[in-house]
């Protein structure tokens, strides 16, 4: 049971491994996803799939999963070859998989959640004691503590996540594939997770963690496989390699992991404020809850927290996208509270949102209809109510090029682009019109890592000219390189103030809500 | 970056233009109308007749000589005006299934103006248009401002709202504008302020398609050419990245809706001042709906609008013909209709059909429209 081996050694030894995928194929359009590749995943083996945004990872466990079929290659479960035809034929052969998005349905109890659609009956009707029972004896099995009665809307994300585990394990799953489980989680419920994990591998399952951190597969996987451009580049083993060669590896080039920050000056004066504020999320529930914060100029301010304790009602409120409930927001020393998003982007806001697929650009609009999506209605792109697409291409043209977006045709579709090069798009709108004062978003989520370095370079020249920035983001270990200060917020509130050099523990308990001690200054 | 590899980059985005461009929006549709009349065609074999005679003879109803070309405009002109009634709102991510009501208003507002303004002769055709504009823009704010305001659904309202349009128009014809003499309906009027015939040969059909036309130019300007319609197709695309531009999404959903209000509308008062001369109760029906079959053929684009409502036009002054030169019943025009509107929301159902190559070159603009249904 405990015998863990590796890939290739468990074919030596003659028992075929517990998955093959040997040169998928699978191509859209003239586009190709997936070029011959091949894995191995072992049985009792973490397998860590890395790769960046776009390289294919998806793609192909969709195909593992039943999602897509692919055009060539073939699929071996126990060394038996298979066509995989839908999810539910996946699931019955053994396939589990828990999305980045969960697939809970918040109103229903934690047990009602992992028996749904394979429910026990009794009679006609649900048998919610046993339920109840099976969710309580795999929880204690595998040591995911959660209560089968809770209802999972009353759930943390951490438990949440763990709930999608038992849905899984509840099937009967002998392979788990995790889609980017650890963007939601602090770093102490990332090593929750890859405690469970490591407990369940143990257990005979196998698992294939998908991710594009380099960190965290050094720590949990077996054997990592870097896909690039659909390629499979190698299969190393975790124990003999760093992140150095695994960001080579993804990016086909060496990659400054680091972050070259220069010494500014003392910060100038205040130029981004927020008085007290709070501000309602979309279902009406306080998001911000008096919040305080100063951004001055040549200042980069770091907000860090889990997803979803508020930033992103506070980005958006600081910004004028969303109605401010209570408190002030101040511009350049100037009540802006009152004023809209157009009115703050005139007065030189200019604001990355951390959602570019639904905010930050119209997919269906051309390049150059989105970089005039905040200035149609001035000169030199509007007059007298008409609009002059012709300038507008010729700016965007600049702009483009200038921001290094890939394809630089003012023409192109925004959603036909990559992940990276859309948020450089977003970059080229939002900075070329030299704002004071920036707010960041998560202005490099789903976003390569060449894309990163970029997106990086241009926030600290903006901090170099004496721009105010707040960037919020969900990675740490941007917000530390970045931030010249740090405050994280939870539930709501800013719950501390750290300097750059804060460790993952410190931040991590921050984050948690816990030590919620205001730093003396 | 090297010569080469930017000359690659730009010619795959232009190859792909083209196709998603204007060969591509009407190879789909083109498709649709191609299977349909096959489809068609076992339908009349059914019936016991010969579809080679009966192809025939609805070519010749809709184009064979100068008074079937003059039925098929007279036939299609007031559906470019309901079909860039629905074509406008849905750039604006709305569905305006209002636009019969919306018809009805204007056509009693010229029958109304145009009996009492008659004493200007021909100068009062614009004047009378103007106001079916403006009653219609009014009218069609309606659930605009029920929906910005109050969130009700724009289907719902709209739909809601042509009862109360139709009777209300049928009301004001029988009570204080009705004719003296039997047959119930508005007084007509004066031939000195209705819209002239084009030609002696083509028949009743008269400038009012030129006004349609111009219509139909006026709805592209404003679509893509100013403020008003860069922020509707913004509001319509994607209201997340709307509102984060700092557009207002009441105004535009209630913008959106009235000018589609207006331009059925003016459609209303051109079938008034145009072809009948007063309104008759019970009117034309179904100009309003066949509007929204028209703007799904057309793809939302006033050009394919346009387009749309000659061949709506053109089958059913085909038809007529038709069932004069054989057996085949007039409902066979509908029912192709029916097949093409079928075949060109179905989008899957002709992947399915004619696989899917043709479904990659017509992407761009069916995804869309798919999108709008579902929702």
């Known amino acids: ?521 | 970056m090297s010569e080469g590899r930017r000359e690659q980059e730009g010619r795959d985005p232009l190859l792909r233009r083209i196709l998603t461009g204007a060969a591509g929006a009407l190879l789909f549709p083109l498709l649709a109308i191609l299977l349909s009349f096959a489809i068609g065609a076992v339908i009349v074999l059914a019936t016991g007749n010969n579809p080679v005679a009966a192809y025939v003879a609805l070519f010749n109803g809709a184009l064979g000589d100068p008074s079937a070309v003059g039925r098929t405009l007279l036939n299609a002109t007031p559906l470019i005006f309901t079909g860039l009634a629905v074509a406008v709102a849905f750039r604006a991510g709305l569905f305006n299934i209002g636009g019969e009501g919306q018809l009805f208003i204007g056509a009693v507002t010229a029958a109304w103006l145009g009996v009492s303004l008659g004493f200007l002769g021909p100068l009062a055709i614009p004047v009378v248009l103007a106001a079916c504009v403006i009653t219609g823009f009014l009218w069609g704010s309606v659930p605009g401002m029920l929906k910005a305001y109050f969130g009700a659904h724009e289907v719902i309202t709209t739909i809601m709202l042509n009862f109360v349009a139709i009777n209300f128009a049928y009301y004001l014809a029988q009570n204080p504008l009705r004719q003296e003499g039997p047959i119930p309906g508005t007084e007509t009027v004066d031939l000195a302020a209705r819209i002239p015939a084009i030609s002696f040969a083509l028949g009743r059909a008269n400038y009012g398609f030129f006004v349609a036309l111009l219509a139909a130019v006026a709805v592209y300007l404003l679509l893509w050419r100013t403020r008003r319609g860069f922020e509707i197709r913004a509001v319509g695309l994607s209201p997340g990245a709307a509102n984060y531009a700092g557009m207002r999404l009441g105004l535009n959903t209630i913008l959106a809706l009235a000018i589609g209000g207006s331009l059925a509308g003016l459609g209303g008062g051109v079938e008034v001042l145009g072809t009948y001369g007063n309104m008759d109760v019970p009117f034309v029906a179904n100009l309003g709906f066949n509007g929204i079959g028209v703007a799904l053929l057309g793809r939302n684009h006033p050009a394919g609008v346009v387009l749309g409502a000659l061949l709506f036009g053109g089958l059913y002054a085909g038809a007529q013909e038709m069932q004069f030169a054989t057996d085949v019943p007039l409902q066979l025009a509908t029912v192709l209709l029916a097949i093409i509107l079928l075949l060109v929301t179905a989008t899957k159902l002709v992947e399915f059909i004619v696989g899917k190559r043709a479904r990659a070159l017509a992407s761009g603009a069916g995804t869309r429209l798919e999108r709008g249904l579902g929702s």
């Open chain 1, 1 to 521: 049971m405990s015998d863990r081996v590796a890939g290739d050694g468990a074919s030596s030894k003659g028992a075929p491994p517990v998955l093959e995928m040997r040169g998928v194929t699978k191509r859209f359009g003239a586009v190709t996803a997936n070029d011959g590749v091949s894995l191995t995943l072992g049985r009792g083996e973490i397998l860590g799939l890395l790769g960046e945004n776009g390289a294919g990872k998806s793609t192909l466990m969709k195909i593992l999963y039943g999602l897509y079929t692919p055009d060539e290659g073939e699929v071996f479960l126990d060394g038996e070859r298979v066509e995989i035809r839908d999810p539910k034929d996946a699931v019955s052969r053994g396939i589990g998989m828990v999305h980045q998005h969960f697939t809970l349905i918040p109103p229903l109890t934690v047990a009602e959640n992992i028996v749904l659609g394979a429910e026990p009956r009794k009679g006609l009707s649900l048998n919610l004691e046993e339920a109840v029972r099976a969710t309580e004896e795999l929880s204690e099995r595998y040591g995911l503590k959660v209560d089968p009665r809770s209802r999972v809307a009353d759930l943390s994300v951490g438990v949440r996540q763990r709930v999608e585990i038992l849905k899984a394990l509840y099937r009967n799953v002998r392979i788990l594939v995790l889609d980017e489980p650890t963007a939601v989680l602090t770093p102490q419920e990332t090593e929750d997770l890859f405690a469970v994990l490591k407990e369940l591998v143990a257990d005979g399952l196998s698992i294939i963690l998908i991710t594009h951190k380099l960190g965290e597969l050094l720590g949990v996987s077996d054997e990592i496989t870097i896909i690039r451009d659909g390629r499979v580049v190698d299969t190393v083993d975790a124990a003999d390699t760093d992140e150095g060669e695994l960001a080579r590896l993804m990016v086909g080039r060496e990659v400054l992991l680091r972050v070259e920050k220069e010494e500014v000056e003392t910060p100038g004066g205040v130029r981004l404020a927020a008085e007290n504020l709070t501000v309602r999320s979309s279902t009406g529930a306080l998001a911000v809850k008096g919040v305080d914060l100063e951004v001055r100029g040549g200042e980069i301010l770091g907000m860090a927290g889990v997803d979803g304790n508020g930033q992103t009602e506070l980005a958006e409120a600081l910004a004028g996208t969303r109605p401010v409930e209570g408190g002030r927001v101040f511009l350049d020393g100037a009540d802006a509270t009152n004023l809209g998003a157009d009115a703050r982007q005139e007065r030189g806001l200019a604001y990355v949102p951390e959602d570019r697929g639904t905010k930050g650009l119209v997919q269906d609009f051309a390049l150059y209809e989105n970089n005039a999506l905040k200035t149609y209605d001035e000169p030199p792109f509007s007059k007298w109510g008409w609009i002059f697409p012709k300038v507008m291409r010729r700016r965007a043209a600049e702009a483009l090029r200038a921001y290094d977006v890939r394809p630089a045709d003012p023409e192109a579709r925004a959603g036909s682009l990559s992940g990276g090069n859309q948020q450089k798009a977003v970059l080229a709108r939002e900075l070329s019109g030299d704002p004071g004062v920036i707010i960041a978003a998560q202005p490099t989520r789903g976003v390569d890592v060449g894309a990163i370095e970029f997106i990086h370079g241009q926030l600290l020249k903006q901090r170099a000219e004496g721009k105010a920035i707040l960037l919020i983001s969900l990675e740490l270990e941007e917000v530390r390189s970045l931030s010249d200060r740090i405050l994280v917020m939870y539930a709501g509130r800013i719950v501390g103030e750290v300097g750059p050099e804060a460790t993952d523990e410190q931040l991590g308990l921050l984050m948690a809500g816990r030590g919620v001690e205001e730093k003396s200054a």
